[in-house]
C-alpha cells in the first residue's frame, strides 16, 4: 500500500502562485506515472499534469505555461508549481500515483483562488 499526503493549497488573489506538494509512504523510483487532478463539487475530477519517472510530462491545455509539475524521488514527492492564479484554478487538487499493477489517491489539498 501507497500512502499520499497533499499539502500547499490556501487561500489566494488571482494571479498569485501556490506550490502544492505529494508526499508518498514509499519509493516513488518504481512510479510509472505520478500526477495531479482537480475536482469541484459537483463536477468530474480532471486530470491537471503527469510525469513519469523519465521526467516526461503532460498537462491539461487550461494549465500549459502556467503550471509546472516536477519530482524529486529521493524525497519521495511530487510537486505542483501553480503560477498566475485563476478564479477558475478553484478546486481541490489530488496527488495520484499509477504503479504497474494498482493506483492510489491522497485525499486532496484545497486551493482557492479570490480576492
Known amino acids: 500500500q501507497v500512502q499520499l499526503v497533499e499539502s500547499g493549497g490556501g487561500l489566494v488573489q488571482p494571479e498569485g502562485s501556490l506550490r502544492l506538494s505529494c508526499a508518498a509512504s514509499?519509493?516513488?523510483?518504481?512510479?510509472?506515472?505520478m500526477g495531479w487532478y482537480r475536482q469541484v463539487p459537483g463536477k468530474e475530477r480532471e486530470l491537471v499534469a503527469r510525469?513519469?519517472?523519465?521526467?516526461?510530462?503532460n498537462y491539461a491545455d487550461s494549465v500549459k505555461g502556467r503550471f509546472t509539475i516536477s519530482r524529486d524521488n529521493a524525497k519521495n514527492t511530487v510537486y505542483l508549481q501553480i503560477n498566475s492564479l485563476k478564479p477558475e484554478d478553484t478546486a481541490r487538487y489530488y496527488c495520484?500515483?499509477?504503479?504497474?499493477?494498482?493506483?492510489?489517491w491522497g485525499q486532496g489539498t484545497q486551493v482557492t483562488v479570490s480576492s
Open positions: 495520484n500515483a499509477v504503479f504497474i499493477r494498482s493506483s492510489y
Open positions: 510525469i513519469n519517472n523519465g521526467g516526461y510530462t
Open positions: 514509499r519509493n516513488i523510483f518504481s512510479g510509472n506515472t
